[in-house]
C-alpha cells in the first residue's frame, strides 16, 4: 500500500503562488504516477496536473502556463508549484498515487487552497 500526506495549502491573494507537497511513504518503488486533483463543492474532483515514473507530465488546460508539477529527488515526494493563482483555482487539494502497474489508488487527505479576490 501507498499512504499519502500533503501540505501547503493555505489562503493567498490573487496573483500570487503556493507549493503544495505530497509524500509518499510504504510501497513506494510500486508507484507508477502521482497526479494532483482538486474539488469544489458540488462539483466532481478534477484532473491538475500528474507525472508518471519517466517524467513525462500532463497538465489540465486551466492550469497550463501558471502550475508546475515535479517530483523531489527520492521519487517519493511530488509538488505543485503554483503561480498567477485565480479566484476559481480555489478548491480542496487532493495528492494521487496510482500504483502496482496501475491497478490500484491512493488518495491523500487533502489540503484547502484559498485564492482572494
Known amino acids: 500500500q501507498v499512504q499519502l500526506v500533503e501540505s501547503g495549502g493555505g489562503l493567498v491573494q490573487a496573483g500570487g503562488s503556493l507549493r503544495l507537497s505530497c509524500a509518499a511513504s510504504g510501497s513506494i518503488f510500486s508507484i507508477n504516477a502521482m497526479a494532483w486533483y482538486r474539488q469544489v463543492p458540488g462539483k466532481q474532483r478534477e484532473l491538475v496536473a500528474a507525472?508518471?515514473?519517466?517524467?513525462?507530465?500532463n497538465y489540465a488546460d486551466s492550469v497550463k502556463g501558471r502550475f508546475t508539477i515535479s517530483r523531489g529527488n527520492a521519487k517519493n515526494t511530488v509538488y505543485l508549484q503554483m503561480n498567477s493563482l485565480k479566484p476559481e483555482d480555489t478548491a480542496v487539494y487532493y495528492c494521487n498515487a496510482r500504483y502496482s502497474s496501475f491497478s490500484y489508488n491512493s488518495w491523500g487527505q487533502g489540503t484547502q487552497v484559498t485564492v482572494s479576490s
Open positions: 507525472i508518471a515514473s519517466d517524467g513525462m507530465t
